[in-house]
């Protein structure tokens, strides 16, 4: 792959071609389909996979459908259908769910999800959701999770595994059920997450201890025949920008949330009253670390851009946004297996060295290496990609190989770009001091 510029020339990546064509459709401003359109059926068929992978699937079928194949057409309205028919099983779902954490006495509120809608995604029918992400404080999160298991719920990983995460184990119930090749099958179980934290100092080695204060700004909506607690507004952009933030430091695919945050910058650009409210309730360290999730968003999918958010990102650190223009686009669009990125980003916002120490360990180090049988349930799940597989004696060797070779290059990557975004940033501030 080579690098291009994306979001009408905001951002460079190293991105497929079939990615940069579906790339330039969803852009907010000067949306171009001109690359998708010239395609053949079995183009469309790269696209369409590649476009459910990354869950961008619906956002395309909400756009303009005039000039694409017939079946293609129908193939996308089928999606929209399929995801309004599940729609309703998210409802009864949360319903449920909800009804059995009232009764054990425990307050909660929903993040992302059906909770996204207007302002993210259009209306909640059209988001594919394939679980519900319920927040109540780190007290009460054990009550909760027992709760859900009393109606039927099973944790569907044992608790070591969530460790370091944001939530209890995730419950799924467990019942009948086979894929079929439909990623957006109404029938497809719903899982529920029980969220005990809004910000993980733990992982991210950053404290934002103001986002504990999130809880008691929480307000009650209704949307979608659900009525629900749910961020303040304001609150709700920090903490999803932060969820971004923490995706872009793991190096995970994160390009659906990204374009759902550009949609809300797009239609709040103008409204003032609200970016006046986000810069007296977030502090200007919390909003800093808003800044590039924002900046990524809104340049890679082209938005309108709030003046405050403009402000915002131009006080960053020089190194940090000459990395947004070095390794965010990378980052953002997947380019990279194993990109290391993340790590160098999380190096420059930590706050003292012994947190650095732990972020360079974690960048050179090959993470969680897994056992052979976590291996095979891996290459054996009826959803995983359908690839001529090694036999069963060679999968662990192979997989260990891998690990090794992607490893490698990944540590490479992050002294490599690391060198370059120090020395690039030491001669920018450099040039500001001798003008």
């Known amino acids: 792959m080579r690098a291009q510029l994306i979001g009408n020339g905001l951002l460079t990546a190293r991105v497929a071609e079939p990615l940069a064509a579906v790339l330039a459709a969803l852009q907010m401003q000067g949306a171009n389909c001109e690359a998708l359109l010239v395609r053949n059926d079995a183009g469309w068929q790269e696209i369409l996979q590649l476009c459910d992978r990354r869950q961008l699937t619906l956002p395309l079928a909400m ?78 999160a054990r009550a909760a999770f027992e709760a859900l298991v009393a109606i039927g719920y099973g944790s569907a990983g044992p608790e070591e595994d969530y460790e370091d995460a944001d939530h209890s184990p995730t419950l799924i119930r467990f019942r009948e059920w086979r894929w079929n090749g439909n990623r957006f099958d109404p029938e497809m179980p719903l899982a529920l997450e029980v969220h005990h934290c809004l910000w993980n100092a733990a992982v991210s080695l ?3 201890p103001e986002t504990e204060v999130f809880w008691k700004r929480r307000i009650s909506r ?49 409204d003032a009253a609200f970016w006046k409210v986000w810069q007296a309730q977030h502090s200007e360290r919390l909003r800093r670390m808003q800044a590039i ?101 060679w999968r662990y060797p192979a997989y260990l190989a891998g690990r090794v070779s992607l490893n490698g290059a990944a540590v490479l990557r992050f002294f490599v770009n690391g060198l370059a975004v120090l020395v690039s940033s030491f001669m920018l501030r450099r040039h500001a001091t001798h003008q």
């Open 293 to 393: 999730p924002l900046a990524l968003a809104g340049a890679a999918f082209s938005s309108r851009m709030p003046d405050a958010v403009r402000e915002q990102i131009e006080r960053l650190p020089a190194d940090q946004k000459r990395w947004i223009e070095m390794c965010g686009g990378d980052l953002l669009t997947g380019a990279r297996v194993r990109n290391r990125d993340g790590r160098l980003l999380q190096w420059m916002l930590a706050d003292s060295p012994a947190e650095r120490r732990k972020i360079l360990w974690r960048a050179v180090s090959p993470g969680v290496i897994a056992t052979p049988a976590r291996v095979n349930s891996w290459l054996d799940h009826p959803a995983a990609a359908k690839p001529r597989k090694p036999r069963r004696f």
């Open 222 to 270: 209704k949307i979608g025949g659900l009525s629900f607690c749910s961020l303040d507004p304001v609150d709700h952009l920090g903490y999803f920008a932060l969820h971004i933030l923490r995706e872009v430091l793991l190096g995970r695919d994160l390009l659906h949330h990204a374009l759902e945050l550009a949609t809300f910058l797009h239609l709040r650009a103008d």
């Open 63 to 140: 756009r303009r459908s005039k000039g694409l194949p017939a079946w293609v057409q129908e193939r996308l309205r089928r999606n929209l259908a399929d995801t309004a028919e599940r729609f309703v099983r998210v409802r009864a779902t949360y319903r449920e769910a909800s009804a059995a954490l009232d009764a054990a006495g425990v307050q909660q509120l929903v993040l992302k999800g059906f909770a996204q809608a207007p302002e993210y995604v259009t209306a909640p029918q059209f988001r594919m959701q394939g679980d519900i992400d319920f927040y109540t404080p780190k007290s009460h």
């Open 206 to 208: 950053i404290e934002l």
